[in-house]
Nanobody, 116 residues
Framework: QVQLVESGGGLVQAGGSLRLSCAAS????????MGWYRQAPGKQRELVAA???????HYADSVKGRFTISRDNAKNTVYLQMNSLKPEDTAVYYC??????????WGKGTLVTVSS
């Protein structure tokens, strides 16, 4: 089992920045990929960014050049640096981890609100 705890969400004005953190605990040795998803009101959950051991990093087109995902293995933490935030980035952001056994783990989410 893997436990994920997100932090760093909040209210920010358009053009501002936030950094989300996701601390992993438990069977972290089994994690092969970690990423961030988001879900806006009335919309489906979508992939924002991911980092894997084999394929490197991947970003949704809507956040390329503005968001950066990084992973600190020593701290068992993955980060999402979000710059040049837009009102359409408003959503609940979820941390995700995938194990080598293809098991999916999710955090409870952290709310990001971008005001115009």
């Amino acid at each position: 089992q893997v436990q994920l705890v997100e932090s760093g969400g909040g209210l920010v004005q358009a053009g501002g920045s936030l950094r989300l953190s996701c601390a992993a605990s438990g069977s972290i040795f089994s994690i092969s990929a970690m990423g961030w998803y988001r879900q806006a009101p009335g919309k489906q959950r979508e992939l924002v960014a991911a980092t894997t051991d084999v394929r490197g990093t991947h970003y949704a087109d809507s956040v390329k050049g503005r968001f950066t995902i990084s992973r600190d293995n020593a701290k068992n933490t993955v980060y999402l640096q979000m710059n040049s935030l837009k009102p359409e980035d408003t959503a609940v952001y979820y941390c995700n981890a995938v194990s080598t056994f293809n098991e999916d783990y999710w955090g409870k989410g952290t709310l990001v609100t971008v005001s115009s």
